[in-house]
Structure formats: C-alpha cells, structure tokens
C-alpha cells in the first residue's frame, strides 16, 4: 500500500496569512496531486504534477500555487490565504501509467477565519 | 463546470437491494472511469475501474455499466449492506495527461 504523508492535519489561520501545505510520498510514484473537498462539489483538482520541478494547472487554481521539489514532495501555498480556502484538502500520487490507482493522504483540514 | 456530473446527491436503500449510481460526462479524451469509495473520517479509496474497450466491469457485489454513445457510466451495488454505507465519487481521466476529474459524490445510506 502506497504511502502518502500530509502536514499538518490541522491548520488554523486568517485572512491574508500565509500557509504551507506538504505532501510527501515514498513510493517513487511520478505523478502526485492536489485536490479540495468541499459538500456539493465533491474534490476537485487544484493543481498536480508529473515528475520532480513540474507543474500542471488544475480545475481550481485560482489563489494557490504549488512546488514540486523532489519526486517525493509535492507543496501547497497560499499567499494571502481567504475564507473561501476553508476546505479539506487532499494531496495523492499514482505510479501511471504503470498503474492508475490515485492513493491519498489523509488529508489537511485548513480553516481561514 | 462541471466535467464529470453525479447523480443522486444521496441515496438510501434497504439491505439486500441494489444500489445505483450514476454519472455522465462531456469530454471524448477521457479514456478512463474509475469509481473511489470515501468512509466517514477517512480518505478516498479506489473501489473499481473500467475502460472503454469494455461497457462491463464486475468486481463481486460491485458492477460499472458503460454508456459510450451516451457517455454515461454508473455503479451498481448489489445485494447491499450497511457496511457499504459511504460516499461514493465517480472520475474520469485521460491517460495520455492523467489529469483525474471527480463528480461531486453519492452519499449512501444502507438501512438494516
């Protein structure tokens, strides 16, 4: 079972603030993702990417940026965070196209006051 | 917009009878449906997958039926159980950019 690490679990902060969201994964899987779960609209692709310095734009990128800075390490940011980013947030990496399974993390609760 | 649409929001159903949902999608390149199962508190996990080459995937009490023409998909749960009580998220991918996009989700409720 692939392995995926998210820090912190929880996170508190306030408009405007500036926050870091990790993922890390241990499996040597290429493609890794960030996703947000919000009730009604189920997850959502923020950003993801390929391979170690490589980022593709997802469904929602608008307010987050992310860094890819190692094969295992995948990072979230948000500059001038806002309520609206009040979500779960699930990072997950594959091994495709070897396999297709998505493995996620157990995900970083990020509320923006 | 919604890439990948869901439907019902929430379905409740007796044990023993069979649960379906559905989804529907627009873009052609996608070549790849999975269905994820998410319990309360944890996170999501792959149930069964199908690709177009095939319009049936059977994995046990679980079944994927496959619409091309339409572009439908939907998941049937079989002789269902509390147990199976979860939500549950259609995707769809193209395997040539892998980028993974999810419905909104099933909320399942299985009655004893």
């Known amino acids: 079972e692939a392995a995926v690490t998210q820090s912190p679990r929880n996170k508190v902060t306030v408009t405007g603030g500036n926050v870091t969201l990790s993922c890390r994964q241990t499996?040597?899987?290429?493609?890794m993702y960030w996703y947000r779960q919000d009730t009604g609209h189920g997850l959502r692709l923020i950003h993801y990417?390929?391979?170690?310095?490589?980022?593709q734009i997802g469904d929602v990128p608008d307010g987050y940026k992310a860094t890819r800075t190692t094969q295992e390490d995948f990072f979230l940011l948000l500059e001038l965070a806002s309520p609206s980013q009040t979500s779960l947030y699930f990072c997950?990496?594959?091994?495709?196209?070897?396999?297709?399974?998505?493995?996620f993390g157990s995900g970083t609760r990020l509320t923006v006051l | 917009q919604q890439q990948v649409r869901q439907s019902p929001q929430s379905l409740t159903v007796w044990e023993g009878e069979t649960a379906i949902l559905n989804c529907s999608y627009e873009?052609?390149?996608?070549?790849?449906f999975p269905w994820y199962h998410q319990f309360p508190g944890e996170s999501p996990a792959l149930l069964i997958a199908?690709?177009?080459?095939?319009n049936k995937k059977e994995d046990g009490r679980f079944t994927i039926f496959f619409n091309k023409r339409e572009k439908k998909f939907s998941l049937h749960i079989a002789d269902s159980q509390p147990g199976d009580s979860a939500t549950y998220f259609c995707?769809?991918?193209?395997?040539?950019?892998?980028?993974?996009?999810f419905g909104a989700g099933t909320r399942l409720k299985v009655i004893a």
């Open positions: 199908i690709r177009p080459v095939s």
């Open positions: 499996n040597s899987h290429n493609y």
């Open positions: 990417s390929y391979g170690a310095g490589n980022l």
């Open positions: 997950a990496s594959s091994d495709v196209p070897n396999a297709e399974t998505l493995y």
């Open positions: 995707a769809a991918a193209n395997t040539g950019n892998y980028k993974y996009v």
């Open positions: 873009d052609s390149t996608f070549d790849y």
